[in-house]
């Protein structure tokens, strides 16, 4: 049996997208909303492979946002609000939280939008 690494990136999304249909989006989607265009955009990042280990829990927050903001607007657009899904170790200490969505909503409101919602999945280590 195959493994995703066995494959590379590229070939894994070209697979993804066969299966649900042909759709061909890998950062963005662009929606056509009657005259307008709506750009919806995720990235998931991990802290063993996107963050640098010198990097303090405000900076992670920025960069995540930043990321995403940057994606719509290599699109063309401006961003209407910012979701947040983060997991997040059961022990993690208070303060790297307090940190970590301070740095989503400063990010945020450099920008001119906002964060609209923010949801995080515990587990442990």
């Excluded at 195959?2 to 494959?7: A, G, L, V, Y």
């Excluded at 750009?39 to 990097?55: C, N, Q, R």
């Excluded at 960069?63 to 699109?75: E, K, Q, Y």
Aim: charge should be negative; glycine fraction near 10%.
């Amino acid at each position: 049996m195959s493994e995703c690494k066995d494959i590379g990136e590229r070939q894994l999304i070209r697979r993804i997208s066969e299966i649900l249909g042909g759709i061909v989006n890998e950062d963005c989607a662009v929606l056509d909303a009657g005259g307008q265009y709506l750009v919806a955009t995720t990235d998931m990042l991990h802290a063993k492979s996107d963050f640098p280990e010198i990097m303090n829990p405000w900076q992670i927050g920025w960069m995540t946002v930043a990321v995403n903001l940057s994606d719509i607007a290599a699109m063309g657009g401006r961003p209407a609000g910012v979701l947040i899904a983060a997991g997040i170790p059961q022990d993690t200490d208070l303060y790297f939280i307090d940190e970590l969505f301070s740095g989503f909503g400063e990010c945020a409101e450099i920008f001119e939008t906002q964060v609209l919602g923010a949801t995080w999945t515990p587990w442990t280590n």
